[in-house]
T-cell receptor, first 113, second 115 residues
Framework: LAKTTQPISMDSYEGQEVNITCSHN???????ITWYQQFPSQGPRFIIQ???TKVTNEVASLFIPADRKSSTLSLPRVSLSDTAVYYC??????????????FGKGTHLIIQP | GAGVSQSPRYKVAKRGQDVALRCDPI?????LFWYQQALGQGPEFLTY????????KSGLPSDRFFAERPEGSVSTLKIQRTQQEDSAVYLC?????????????FGPGTRLTVL
């Protein structure tokens, strides 16, 4: 399993764009990059997943450079409700015999007014 | 229901007691996962079911932990002779696919406190 490194915490303000970068130097060819969000007293929630270049959905964008050794989750115009822990996960989706997701400690994002 | 539900939401047990935690996955989801989340940490994988078959239990921390999903829907995580180190939030997740990276839908968790 590819190990991921992300900042422990980040602060920003309402209305700003927030970028959280995750390093995964030993990512494998079959690995995808997935981000989950977790609010206090709730289970994690899937945000976005990608393999290369850029992926965008209604919540966020995911930027992946050509070497795929890092990725950046971009949250546009954050609000107070975006305060949460964000997890970067890297893993293989191509095979069967699934095991569980491997979470790290995540990035605690705090949005201030 | 619309999402994954878990019960009870909170459980306090005296050390040595047995506990049973229930998970109701999204209807029709074939894959079901249990995770343990300690305070300030990310969730850690415990076990995985594909329908009623328990295909991976490598994350169960001891033989005091076991899980079942007899009819391929509802699952129960049982902890025998609870210890203080078992205090954590236990999360259940389900997904429609057979591979790990299929989006997993998590329940709210059961917070277990062992006194």
């Amino acid at each position: 399993l590819a190990k991921t490194t992300q900042p422990i915490s980040m602060d920003s303000y309402e209305g700003q764009e927030v970028n959280i970068t995750c390093s995964h130097n030993n990512i494998a060819t079959n690995d995808y990059i997935t981000w989950y969000q977790q609010f206090p007293s709730q289970g994690p929630r899937f945000i976005i997943q990608g393999y290369k270049t850029k992926v965008t959905n209604e919540v966020a964008s995911l930027f992946i450079p050509a070497d795929r050794k890092s990725s950046t989750l971009s949250l546009p115009r954050v609000s107070l409700s975006d305060t949460a822990v964000y997890y970067c996960l890297v893993g293989d989706r191509s095979g069967g015999g699934a095991d569980g997701l491997t979470f790290g400690k995540g990035t605690h994002l705090i949005i201030q007014p | 229901g619309a999402g994954v539900s878990q019960s009870p939401r909170y459980k306090v047990a005296k050390r040595g007691q047995d506990v049973a935690l229930r998970c109701d996955p999204i209807s029709g989801h074939v894959s079901l996962f249990w995770y343990q989340q300690a305070l300030g940490q990310g969730p850690e994988f415990l076990t995985y079911f594909q329908n009623e078959a328990q295909l991976d239990k490598s994350g169960l921390p001891s033989d005091r932990f076991f899980a079942e999903r007899p009819e391929g829907s509802v699952s129960t995580l049982k902890i025998q002779r609870t210890q203080q180190e078992d205090s954590a939030v236990y999360l259940c997740a389900s997904s429609s696919g057979f591979v790990r990276e299929t989006e997993q839908f998590f329940g709210p968790g059961t917070r277990l406190t062992v006194l």
